[in-house]
Each structure stands twice: as structure tokens, then as C-alpha cells.
């Protein structure tokens, strides 16, 4: 097989939406799969996936393509990158191209984190490494989950970990740069050592956690770089991928030692932020994962205040969140380590909606022996009640609050209707961009975007196109249209898929090919149809048959040349009438 026979064959045994689905969540409508874009800021699931096409479009931000433009963008490596990587999936040999290569700009970097990793292992199994070893004894974290996290420990020596990189050639310049050292000496001693991920799984920065009673910070984190973006990067995400696929939910926690506990039971789809408050880039990475999230904060007042603030930006988004509430001050580590598997996945299956936890949480310390503390707490309930769209869960929360204030129900129902009408704003239909975008085009055009879908979905169409001599009105609709006979004659077959592939390198003409395919079209086009489109096609050479030789005359000085070219535009009128 040649190369592209090989690539065809690849991205043939690679199901795009099986790939695309362990990226982001998709639900099954009609034909198509559905699910939130990652490639813009996207709410409602706006990306669509073709079972029947193996190809992906977005009708809101347009981005589209296969399987191998999917994995390019999503994962931002290079075309031989993923090839490699799916053809390793399916059991293809690919030989022939180049093995894919780390970018040369960050080539160092990794290394120099892999290297760290491997010494702070060393250390924490050495025996200088003992008092790490009874610290985490102490905490129930056993060998294997050290193993499973990469857990290390830093020595108390001044540099090293320095002597031993610049051993290995690499400058100090580029260790300060890449935050292993400050001022040409280690940053971290006798701290428990957390390596940093990216979404991909690649270590880029360490966390180190003080083991001893010390006035110093409990975490330090690797300052921010090109790599490390406290920002936008989650604790575990890397991991927490399969799992999300496989449960359906996401949970966000606060800490490290959260994580690896919840992991310690086998709850592996949890997330946690750099100890920093989530963020906007936090909340479009988590989108990614699931529109199923859960949060589970600590239970003291901080952790409160941080779940009331993260469900608020989710509500921003128009995603309402759950919520585990621990009590007694609890931290998710603390709670599995005193209650168990069985009541912390128990706590998961009745996680409450963000707007009850809300609910919930304006009753705390208020005084309800003054009328006025319980008619503003009724009227703060209400508020928060007009934001649920479900009547059976509204009227749960009215029905709870007449019993509890021995209110009469119709009075709680009138108060609330009255205030949702207060709440309604009027609807503004804004143009859709998509419909615009058509409605420039002339006829001619239409008809030729027309032409071309069908010729990439009907075999038999392109046969029609190349007998008629079809030349349609626009230089990019002529180089794609040639680009699809070509690859129709050197294949034997038209296979959008594998298309897409082939014309990858031509970006204008992938542009384009996406915005054809965004028509979507019935599968059945009658003979009459195809004419009255060719007819519209031809009549655009017509007019440009004419206007090229109306050009002439206007330009020549020749009169015998002038008679000639009129005599060609009789002779194309006369066609016309025939």
C-alpha cells in the first residue's frame, strides 16, 4: 500500500465518533451524534458527528473535518503525531512516515521535568526519604498509590537536583526558566512532591507540600510559565478522561490529597484546581469532560463559599451543577478515610442541585423569630426558585416553605408567578450568521455548493459534471471541484472522510469543502433537479462567455476583430434560443 492507501486505512479503522466521544460527552439524536464544540466557548451542544460520514461539524463556530483533523486540533499535535498514535490504536504498521517528534522549542522542557519526576521517586524510596514515607503512612496512602501519582520527596540539599541536571548539560538558565531552580539553586526541600500535568498527560511543574510543622506555605507551587498555567490546568484531568466517559460525571474538588484518596476507592473521575479558585479556561476544560458535574468542596465555611462561587459561574454558563455538602468540617479526604467507599459513593448518588444547596445555605444563621428575617429569607428563596425550570421541583420548594412558615401555598404561588413576571424579558431574535452567510451568495453559487455536495455523496454526479463540461462560477469552487475528480479517479471511489484527508494541506479548499457540507442535504436528488442546476451553472458561462467578448470588442480597435467577435456572440445567442 502506498501512503495514503495507508492513511485512508487508518482513519477507516478509527470510528470517529467512538474517538471523539472519549474527548467530549455526545447524545445520540436522529442519525447524528450531538455534544458541547471544544473548539469554541460553546453552551449548547452545537458539534455534530456522522456515524454514516465519519466526519464532525460544528454549525456554530464551523470547524469540521475527520477524525485526524478532530485529534490535530483537539490535542494540537501534528498530522504524523496522530496518525501514529491511531494507527498504534487499530494495529497498523506506518513505517513509512516519520516517527512524531516533541516540538524541538519544548523538547528540553520535558525532559527536565521527566528527570525531576525520576529524582524525587529516588528520593522519597531512598533513606533519606523515610519521614516522607511515615508521613504518608500516616495519611493511608499505600505503595501503590504512591506509584499511581508519581509521588516524590525533595531532599534538603541547596542544589542537588541542580548538579545533577547541568550534569546532563542542560544550563542554569533553563532550569530557572522552567521553574526547577531560582537564583541557580533548588526550590523545593523536605517537601512531598506532586508532579503537574497538562491535559495530555505530559508533566509540566511540581506542587511540594511541607511534612512538618513549619510557618513556611503548606503548598508551593512551580512559578507560572509558557507550559504551566495555574489558570487553566486541572489536577488529574489526564486521568480523569476514561472515567468521565465511562460515569458520565465529573466531580471537582478542592485539593491533591482529595483526589488521590477518592482514587484510593476507585472514584477516579474527579478534577481539582491548582489552589487556585476555579476559573472561565477552568469551566471550558471541565465542559469537555462532562455537562454532568458534581462539586465536592470541603465542608467548613471556606469550602462553602468556594462551592457557592464555582456554582455561580457554572449558572453563567447555563449548566446547573450538583453538590456534595460535607459537614462537621469534613474534606473529602477526611470524610472516605472516617466513613468508607460505600458512604462517599452514596453521598455521589444524592448529590443535591446547586440551586437547593443555595436554598439550603440561606437559612444559615438567621434569626427566625423576626418576622423580617422570614419574610427577606421567603423573598430570597423565591428569587432562586424563578432560576428552576422544572414545575415539579418548583413546587416542591413552595409546598416546603408553606409548611415550614405555616404559609398558605396559593399566597407563596401568587408571590412567586408575580415575581417571575417581573423577571421575563422580552425575546430579541438576533439574524442567524449561518443564514446571512447563505443569502450573500448569488444563484450561481448556490447552485454550484449544490452540485458539489452531491458530488461528494453521489458517484454518479461527477460522471454528470465531467460529461456536461460543467465549469462552475468561481476560481476556488473550479480547484475543488478538480481536486474531487481527481481523487474520484485515482481511488475508484469519493469518501468524504478520506477526502478531507487528502485535501488537508489546501486549507482555502477544507474551508470551503466545510462550508459545502454544511448543507446537509436529503440523500435523494431526482434527475429534473440535477438539470435545473446545471442549467443555472451554465447559464453563469453564458453570461461570462458573453461579457468576456462584449470586453473584447470594447478593447480591440480592429474592426474585423470586433466583427469576429460579435459573430461568436450571435452564434452563443443562437445556441441559447436552440
Known sequence: MNNQDIINEVRRKSDIVE??????????????YFGVCPFHDDTNPSMSVSSEKQIYTCFSCHATGNVFTFLMNYEHKEFNEVLHDLAKRVGITVNSFAAPKIPTKYKDWYEIYDLAVKYYQNNLMSKDGEEARIYLKNRSIDANTIKEFSLGYALSGRDSLTRLLTKKGYSLDLLNKVGITSNDYDIYHLRLMFPLHDLSGKVIGFSGRIITNSKQNKYLNTKETELFKKGSLLYHYHIAKEAVRVSKSVIIMEGFMDIIRASSINVKNTVATMGTALTVEHIKNIKRLSNNIILCFDGDEAGVKATLAAGEMFSKENIEVKVIALTNNDDPDTYILKNGE????????????????????????????????????????????IKITDPIRIEIILKDLAKKFEIGYNTLEKSFYELQATKITPTIVVADKKNTKEDKRNKYQKASYIIIYYMLNKQNIIDLVEKEHLVFPTEDLRALESEIVYFYHKYGFINVADFYTYLTPKISLVNLLAEILQLDLKTDLKEDDVKAYFKVIKEYNFNAQIKYLEEKISNSTDFNEQLKYAEEIRKLRIGEKK
Not at 19 to 32: H, M, S
Not at 347 to 374: H, M, Q, W
Open 19 to 32: 474517538i471523539i466521544g472519549e474527548k467530549i460527552p455526545l447524545e445520540k439524536r436522529g442519525k447524528n
Open 342 to 385: 460505600e458512604a462517599f459513593r452514596n453521598l455521589i448518588d444524592n448529590a443535591i442541585y446547586f440551586s437547593d444547596f443555595k436554598i439550603k445555605n440561606l437559612s444559615r444563621n438567621r434569626n427566625f423569630t423576626s418576622s423580617e428575617d422570614k419574610a427577606n429569607y421567603i423573598h430570597e428563596v423565591l428569587e432562586e426558585t
